[in-house]
């Protein structure tokens, strides 16, 4: 219930770490029964842009990363994935960047695209 005021209020934006063709929903999504695409105003930061040769990028190239994705560095970010475990990844970039107001939305994608009652968005927005 909280994660669906948060995509229909959007106060905070959402940063989903997922590769660009899962987002998009052009791949499929590897957990049977989970729809693809992403949530309504969610922003692609793929985790293999935020790192190079195992190490997070330096500090300017990762606010470049963040950024380009359309993330606003001076409001509240959640940090979604496939299942929760990579969105950490964005969380450990942020608090880097000095940007503290975030969350990581435990459930992710498994439990967004496995409801059937949630919007889901496939393409660019």
């Known amino acids: 219930d909280e994660m669906r005021r ?9 940063a989903d770490a997922r590769s660009p063709g899962r987002f998009v929903g052009i791949d499929p999504e590897p957990r049977p029964g989970v729809r693809s695409g992403h949530m309504p105003g969610a922003h692609n930061v793929p985790i293999t842009a935020l790192a ?3 190490e997070l990028l330096p500090k300017d190239r990762l606010r470049k990363v963040i950024e380009d994705a359309g993330i606003d560095l001076s409001k509240p970010v959640v940090t979604s994935c496939g299942s929760g475990i990579t969105a950490a990844a ?3 970039a942020l608090e880097t960047l000095g940007h503290t107001d975030n969350r990581l939305y435990d459930g992710s994608w498994t439990e967004w695209g496995g409801l059937s009652d949630t919007p889901v968005v496939t393409g660019k927005e």
């Open 6 to 14: 948060i995509v229909e209020g959007r106060q905070s934006q959402i």
């Open 52 to 54: 190079e040769n195992g």
């Open 90 to 92: 964005i969380t450990l």
